[in-house]
């Protein structure tokens, strides 16, 4: 089991409103139903009639307050109205709890890093804004059982983290996510002082075990969510006849994940950057798709999987990845993609996003994730708005 270490708490970022009639009704329908099946008829000369009669109507209500509480509480685990009220030191829900409301959006920080920079913040805030009706997770490998964060933590990201009532924070714990799946002898026997490429790799067997465990879709932590992604299940190119690993998303218990894991194992070379990610996720597709270049704003589709295009997260290629940093012309306009990758890895000397500067990436900050934007234009110190190395 997962620890649970933080909840959200009241603030901004609101969900949307639950259809309280549609279930309301559905909640007195069952009601209807239960006293339909309990209520039995009773022979005029039974003396203990009455009693019997009480004790039903006891049940009934009971019964009902019981059914009607549940659906409450399914409402508000969907919606995040129910977490508003939760006190984060109660430690109320696991990760397997939130995992199991289904569609969950991933990030993953593999560092020790205990303060979400604000790029991480900008991705995991776009996409609670974008994805109001879904979980938004941010596993940290340096949180730990004992660690409790809370809104008025020294830590300035968790604060604004806090304030959106789909965002969830837990410690990644390595071996209890690999439990169950090829990953967990691969972990048992590798030793992470001896692999230079230990953060990415470690990131990469760790969104696919947990994607083929609970579904959802992963994201990397320099990703900034513009749109919803109208697929289910779907690999990201990177250019034609390449996959990314950085944004994917299947339905749980996949066979292509499952595959995944077992030739992550199988061709494992921890000297080779990306042979676990990218390269890895590129010719377990050529196993089953014929894979041909991309024509136009076309996406590709094989044995149900979509590989959408590049212009879908990838408009902007790695090569050119300084344009991010660039006075922005409103070219390209993005109309046809649904996040954008930053290509954080590529930037060594940790250009960062300068209020005023009219940048892409300012601008996309602005639009996508105005609290971190708000953040900051507020600080008086500079900070680093691009350093974090969980980032392919």
């Not at 965002?167 to 990644?172: A, D, E, T």
């Not at 014929?290 to 090569?319: A, V, W």
Request: charged share 20%; hydrophobic share 40%.
């Amino acid at each position: 089991m997962f620890p649970t270490v933080w909840v959200s708490s009241p603030g901004r970022g609101a969900l949307r409103e639950p259809d309280w009639h549609h279930d309301g009704n559905q909640a007195m329908e069952k009601c209807r139903f239960l006293r339909t099946i309990i209520r039995h008829p009773h022979p005029r000369h039974d003396p203990k009639g009455p009693r019997k009669a009480r004790m039903l109507r006891k049940i009934q209500i009971c019964l009902c307050f019981f059914f009607v509480s549940g659906i409450l509480y399914e409402i508000s685990l969907l919606s995040g109205c129910f977490f508003s009220y939760v006190p984060m030191s109660k430690h109320f829900l696991t990760p397997e709890q939130v995992l199991n409301l289904g569609k969950s959006i991933i990030f993953l920080e593999t560092t020790e890093r205990l303060e979400p920079t604000p790029l991480v913040s900008c991705s995991v805030e776009s996409a609670a804004r974008i994805y109001q009706d879904r979980p938004i997770i941010l596993f940290m490998k340096g949180l730990s059982n004992e660690t409790v964060l809370d809104v008025n933590s020294s830590y300035a990201a968790f604060s604004l983290l806090s304030s959106m009532k789909n965002v969830f924070i837990f410690p990644l714990q390595m071996e209890t996510v690999f439990q169950e799946t090829p990953l967990l002898q691969w972990y048992n026997q590798v030793i992470p002082e001896q692999e230079k490429n230990w953060i990415h790799i470690s990131s990469d067997a760790s969104r696919l075990a947990l994607i083929w465990k609970y579904g959802g879709i992963y994201m990397d932590t320099d990703v900034i969510s513009i749109r919803p992604i109208p697929e289910e299940t779907f690999l990201a190119a990177q250019k034609s006849k390449f996959s990314s690993n950085g944004i994917f998303g299947f339905p749980a218990r996949h066979k292509f994940i499952w595959d995944c894991m077992e030739n992550f194992v199988l061709k494992y070379n921890g000297n080779i950057w990306g042979n676990q990610g990218p390269f890895l996720m590129t010719r377990m597709l050529k196993t089953i798709c014929n894979l041909t270049d991309f024509q136009g704003m076309e996406d590709h589709s094989c044995q149900n999987i979509s590989f959408l295009n590049p212009k879908r997260f990838y408009p902007i290629p790695y090569p050119a990845w300084g344009r991010y940093y660039a006075v922005w012309d409103k070219s390209p306009n993005f109309n046809h993609s649904y996040a954008l990758h930053l290509w954080n890895f590529m930037n060594r000397n940790r250009k960062a996003v300068v209020a005023g500067s009219n940048t892409l990436a300012e601008n996309l900050y602005k639009a996508y994730c105005p609290t971190t934007y708000q953040d900051l234009i507020q600080n008086a110190k500079p900070r680093d708005f691009t350093d974090s190395e969980d980032v392919a």
